[in-house]
């Protein structure tokens, strides 16, 4: 079974740091992304990797500002966030899809990733 759980997620002012968690289990080799949801918007892609190793993605909106890492040790992925802005408030969301190294070499929609976990809410004040 796999499960995805979230964790980190908090109030910041505009200008600090937050790093979210998402321990895995059940599930190895994967593509992994994070996406996050605004209130009255749809759920978009922030970042995305491949577990075994490869190119990583951002949305342009947090690019230079956030970075994706994993521990495969901890079979953890992050999303470490720098220079928040109030426009970064949203439930952020870890998902994951097994997959060959190939198919996490392009950017994934929401579509593309059948496990998510049940989110973490990130809220910066200005």
């Known amino acids: 079974q796999v499960q995805l759980v979230e964790s980190g997620g908090g109030s910041v002012q505009a200008g600090g740091s937050l790093r979210l968690s998402c321990a895995a289990s059940?599930?190895?080799?994967?593509?992994m992304a994070w996406f996050r949801q605004a209130p009255g918007k749809e759920r978009g892609g922030v970042a995305q990797?491949?577990?075994?190793?490869?190119?990583?993605f951002y949305a342009d909106s947090v690019k230079g500002r956030f970075t994706i890492s994993q521990d495969n040790a901890k079979n953890t992925l992050y999303l470490q966030m720098g220079s928040l802005k109030p426009e970064d408030t949203a439930m952020y969301y870890c998902?994951?899809?097994?997959?060959?190294?190939?198919?996490?070499?392009?950017?994934?929609?929401?579509?593309?990733?059948?496990?998510w976990g049940q989110g973490t809410q990130v809220t910066v004040s200005s």
């Open positions: 990797l491949y577990t075994g190793g490869g190119r990583t």
């Open positions: 998902a994951a899809a097994s997959s060959a190294p190939w198919w996490c070499s392009v950017v994934r929609g929401e579509a593309d990733f059948g496990y």
């Open positions: 059940g599930i190895t080799r994967n593509c």
